[in-house]
């Protein structure tokens, strides 16, 4: 396996990603501020904004999953590590890159359903009637990015490293 | 009882060997509710009920929103007129310096909501002061690790928000009540300070004193930090505008000043909104993690279970309370703030509500017990964030430099309990 041919395309995506994730959180305060605004002002609130800020809020967690899973940035409490040598640190590494990713899988796929469900019976928010099953699947396709970077940084945790280690690595070079 | 408590121990062990907190509490929620029920379907479909309706729930939208205006402050620059001022009236006196970190950590407290935020934007222009002067680093640090947990207590604070939304309290009631138990913590670490330079006066050199007109001077260039912390929080208590909307105008107002400013540049514009979308994420995923575990902790009946055989003890409630901040207390040895928060108030707010104490103290409570948690050893987070912005300090140093707060910290947490007016006497007042 040479790491350094999908690191390239794994730097940029994940690029991609947090572009979209800062641009949705900026979009979410910039909606609610204006939404304010017109509702003091002007007595004239922007209809949309509660359904449009649920759908930001739920892209921007989505979009940064991937993100986080990637540097194992997840929240851990780091009590016994100093205590691990090398071997036993990355095959617990190992164990719960694996771990994580089942979770993520498993959360995939009931997205996935969930996302079924709302295509079948043709759900849409309220005021501008977009459909909702199109967000909910980028939803699972986010969680199973996420998944599928958990599981590399399983493969990369029996080399030593993490994705995003890799990825910048790689790309150091070219 | 018993399966609730052992998946708790389970939960603990998982964490302990490094489990990512939010999957051990996913993990253990899911399978317990599958073992309760007998029903992996049924567990899977409030998996995935959970997951969808908290990312997508129009109240937490107010948690990005705060954590938003913490990062554009945070990079501000504030921060370094607030400990002007502050050095301007208590620099010249023995201690000064370390006083003056922990004010202007107060100050800072009010206009960003987290703790390590407060810590790690305090460190950087407080500690360079506090080197020119020769303090003592453990002093230097323990000041600003005590001084950065106030960024929890007064308001706008994240943790004061998802309290009140998993015990669905008025948030603005619960931030009028941080107030002044956050202006007794700043008293009372300014106490602790003079404690350090008491016993060895060279721990803490006088600065130079500053004329009046200075001082003037440097009090007037807070504008910002006030105009920000008046516009969030009179929205808020006005009823103008909701919680969430504040808090928009709050990160919108913080991203002016900073252009007004000029200290945003086109990169740590786009770095603080990806860090804000990423720290977003990161406590979404542990709040899912969180709400899952505490559905199938209500299952179990154990929140009932346990008011009911406090109940049966017929012993002064207050023990009861003086137990549970017990437990507080070794969890927050060993737990992070917010999973420490999302795992016990689902379990605890019922008893203390059957206990007929009032939540919104409770919150107070809470909340101070974890800006404890944040100075304890060996898991306390500030003390970390304070190693990480300076490594040339050992972890001993800061902890060692911390104790006289914790100290302070502890006597604050008793006056709170017992005094339960010095929360509720300002909610009271705005709210009746």
């Known amino acids: 396996m040479n790491p350094n041919r999908w690191s390239r395309p794994a730097l940029l995506s994940g690029r991609l990603l947090q572009y979209i994730a800062s641009i949705l959180l900026f979009c979410m305060m910039a909606l ?9 002002v002007f007595s004239a609130p922007i209809a949309s904004a509660f359904e449009l800020t649920e759908i930001m809020l739920t892209l921007v967690i989505f ?8 540097r194992r940035g997840h929240v851990q409490v780091e009590l016994i590590e100093g205590l691990l040598s090398r071997v036993v640190r990355r095959a617990s590494d190992l164990v719960i890159d694996l771990v994580v990713s089942v979770a993520l899988a498993v959360l995939a796929w009931q997205l996935w359903l969930k996302a079924g469900e709302q295509a079948g019976y043709g759900d849409t928010t309220s005021v501008l009637q977009i459909a909702l099953s199109p967000v909910t699947y980028v939803m699972a ?7 599928l970077l958990s599981l590399a940084n399983a493969i990369l945790a029996l080399l030593g490293g993490s994705a995003e280690q890799a990825a910048q690595m790689g790309s150091g070079g070219t | 009882m018993i399966t609730a408590l052992i998946a708790f121990g389970i939960m603990l062990a998982l964490i302990f060997l490094r489990v990512p907190i939010a999957f051990a509490m996913g993990l253990v929620g899911f399978f317990g509710f599958a073992y309760i029920l007998d029903n992996f379907g049924a567990a899977l479909g409030m998996v995935r009920a959970v997951t969808y309706e908290t990312g997508s ?4 939208s107010i948690v990005p929103m705060f954590i938003l205006m913490g990062n554009l402050v945070s990079q501000s620059g504030m921060s370094r007129e607030l400990y002007r001022a502050a050095y301007s009236f208590l620099g010249h006196r023995s201690g000064g310096l370390a006083m003056s970190t922990v004010v202007a950590c107060g100050g800072f407290s009010a206009i960003c909501g987290s703790s390590l935020a407060t810590a790690a934007t305090m460190s950087k222009v407080a500690m360079p002061e ?35 939304i998993l015990t669905e309290q008025n948030i603005a009631a619960l931030f009028a009540a941080g107030i002044l138990p956050g202006v007794l913590g700043v008293l009372l670490y300014m106490a602790a300070v003079r404690f350090t330079t008491w016993r060895n006066p060279a721990a803490g050199p006088p600065g130079e004193k500053t004329p009046w007109g200075e001082r003037g001077k440097a009090l007037l260039g807070v504008w910002g930090v006030l105009l920000l912390f008046v516009l969030v929080l009179g929205a808020i208590y006005t009823g103008y505008a909701t919680p969430t909307e504040s808090a928009a105008v709050g990160a919108f107002g913080a991203l002016v000043l900073s252009l007004l400013r000029r200290s945003l540049t086109w990169r740590s514009f786009l770095d603080v909104l990806y860090e804000s979308a990423a720290t977003t994420a990161m406590l979404f995923v542990i709040l899912i993690g969180a709400l899952i575990f505490a559905n199938f902790i209500n299952m179990t009946g154990m929140a009932q279970q346990l008011t009911s055989f406090a109940l049966s003890l017929e012993m002064a409630p207050i023990f009861v309370i003086f137990f549970l901040v017990l437990v507080y207390l070794v969890l927050g040895c060993v737990l992070e703030s ?11 707010y019922p008893l203390v509500d059957g206990l007929g104490y009032d939540l919104i103290w409770f919150g107070i409570m809470v909340v101070v017990v974890t800006e404890i948690s944040l100075i304890t050893p060996p898991v306390g987070l500030n003390v970390f964030v304070l190693r990480s912005v300076m490594p040339e300090i050992g972890t001993g140093t800061i902890f060692r430099g911390v104790t006289p707060f914790w100290a302070v910290d502890i006597i604050r947490l008793a006056i709170i309990i017992l005094v339960p007016g010095l929360s509720l006497w300002l909610p009271q007042l705005f709210y009746g």
């Open chain 1, 32 to 40: 609610t501020v204006v939404d304010t605004f017109m509702r003091k």
């Open chain 1, 141 to 147: 396709a986010l969680a199973a990015v996420a998944a």
């Open chain 2, 130 to 164: 506090m080197k020119k002067y020769g303090y003592d680093p453990s002093l230097a640090a323990g000041s600003i690790a005590a001084g950065g947990t106030l960024g929890i207590l007064i308001p706008p604070s994240v943790i004061l928000v998802i309290y009140g």
């Open chain 1, 63 to 70: 979009a940064g999953l991937p993100l986080i899973t990637a």
């Open chain 2, 57 to 60: 729930d129009y109240n937490l």
């Open chain 2, 338 to 348: 917010l999973s420490m928060i999302l795992l016990t108030v689902p379990v605890f």
